[in-house]
């Protein structure tokens, strides 16, 4: 298989091929995710040590349960699922975790714009905005995730999703106005009193 034939397989396909036991195909998966996964990483853990280290862990549990991809989803987002719960485990272990980071790693009300409201625990905060981030429609929800959450450049994200780049720009823009206005039009939680 030549280079140009590698790029052009879906995720899903290459997904298929590895879980047949197929190394070529994890491989192209390896050469596509490494940098997301561990940029990911990165952004939960703070180290890059730690980084590198939990995306070596996740391609493991990648290679031990890509046959459990079912294809209901965007094979990244099963990859990045996967990639957050070996963080997760990680802090676990270590009996800590960042408390501000949401289950994708980010600094969610930072990189929105959103002002963190005194006195709110940022539970309630990651809770209403994974609710939004749901709410978007399936586009909007994709190329947030692969830009903002994965780091993602708007070329490679067009590539992945067959679109043009002005419509990944396009899309990252609507998702993060949608993403605004319903974090700005859910009540405020009431304060509590000591």
């Known amino acids: 298989m030549n280079c140009e034939e590698s790029t052009k397989q879906t995720d899903a396909e290459l997904a298929r091929r590895a879980a047949e036991g197929d190394e070529t195909a994890f ?19 703070r ?19 890509v046959g459990s991809f079912r294809g209901e989803a965007a094979f990244s987002s099963w990859l990045y699922r996967l ?18 980071l949401t289950d994708d790693g980010e600094l969610c009300e930072r990189k929105l714009g ?7 625990p940022s539970v309630f905060d990651r809770i209403a905005i994974d609710r939004a981030v749901k709410a978007l429609p399936p586009g909007y929800r994709a190329t947030f995730v692969l830009h ?20 990944s720009k396009a899309q990252l823009h609507r998702a993060r106005v949608s993403l605004r206005s319903l974090l700005s039009a859910r009540a405020p939680a009431p304060a509590l009193q000591a």
């Open 27 to 45: 491989e192209e998966i390896h050469r596509r995710y490494r940098r997301p996964v561990y940029a990911l990483a990165l952004r939960m853990t």
């Open 47 to 65: 180290n890059a040590a730690d980084a590198e280290d939990l995306t070596q862990e996740s391609f493991l549990s990648v290679l031990r349960h």
């Open 83 to 100: 990639a957050v719960n070996v963080v997760r485990m990680h802090f676990r272990r270590r009996g800590s975790r960042p408390e501000d």
């Open 114 to 120: 959103v002002a963190r409201r005194a006195g709110s």
């Open 148 to 167: 903002d959450v994965a780091g993602y450049e708007h070329a490679e994200i067009a590539r992945m999703r067959g679109c043009s780049t002005g419509n």
